[in-house]
């Protein structure tokens, strides 16, 4: 019985957030910091509101955009290098993925300035290319899917090459429907990230037809107010995509997740 209370007690601690961001989305500007924490006066105006004064739905699209063509892109190189490391040789194979893992060890913001010189050179401001490029290199996926692929057995390599395959077939036929599960989940965890990304987005873009969900709900700020509802309102239908990959790939995410662990 203790036990159920606990889980009880961590399951209403995690979920507060979100039902407190839904209460503020549904009041009133006027009452959106307000401490009561029962719904009461509950109204949509702040969802129209997003829609009707401000280009939400541009955002909206934007972040969908960035995040699905980055995650998609980022994943497959990330299997490509990954499947090298794993079944080719090839001169200075260890050192150069010893040199990819040490790059986990550098704060990623250092690399902020050299990519935003980067993409002012190529006049990538204002772009997808500019939102999208700079973070298509995933280490951290490209480890975990080397480390997966290297449990594949080399025999079915070989039997596939006696039985005449090409190359490409052995990749695309063999090696990547048996990863789809952690490729799965490297395509959700990228796909998170270039969904919430703040910084890069906020750096590279200065019009507002170019705005993602969170670079747009920073500019829901006049000089005289800051509206809280409004943004909460934004934040709670920028959840809803995350949600519903996570629903539809959630059986694929968990045995990703257990087997990546179970590799190290």
């Known amino acids: 019985m203790k ?151 080399d025999d079915l390599i070989y039997a596939a090459i006696i039985d005449g395959a090409s190359k490409m077939r052995i990749i695309f036929n063999i090696i990547l429907p048996l990863s789809m599960p952690m490729l799965l989940t490297i395509f959700l965890l990228n796909f998170q990230f270039h969904w919430n990304n703040f910084l890069w987005q906020l750096l590279v873009t200065t019009k507002s037809n170019m705005f993602t969900i969170p670079v747009g709900l920073n500019s829901l700020t006049s000089m005289y107010q800051e509206y809280f509802g409004a943004k909460m309102a934004g934040a709670s239908l920028s959840i809803i995509p995350i949600v519903v990959l996570f629903l539809i790939f959630q059986k694929y995410f968990i045995q990703g997740i257990i087997r990546g662990g179970l590799k190290f």
């Open 3 to 153: 036990r159920y209370i606990l889980l009880l007690f961590f399951s209403l601690l995690y979920i507060f957030p979100f039902y407190f961001m839904l209460l503020v989305a549904l009041r009133p500007e006027v009452f959106a910091l307000s401490m009561n924490l029962l719904p009461s006066d509950l109204t949509f105006e702040n969802f129209l509101r997003i829609f009707k004064y401000h280009d939400f739905g541009r955002y909206f699209i934007n972040s969908l955009i960035v995040a699905f063509s980055g995650a998609l892109v980022s994943t497959f190189l990330a299997f490509l290098c990954a499947y090298s490391f794993a079944k080719e040789d090839f001169l200075f194979k260890g050192f150069l993925y010893n040199l990819f893992i040490s790059t986990l060890l550098v704060p990623g913001i250092l690399f902020m300035i050299p990519q935003f010189l980067i993409v002012v050179y190529l006049r990538w401001l204002d772009t997808f290319f500019g939102l999208v490029v700079p973070h298509l290199a995933n280490v951290f996926g490209f480890v975990f899917l080397t480390e997966y692929i290297k449990k594949i057995p």
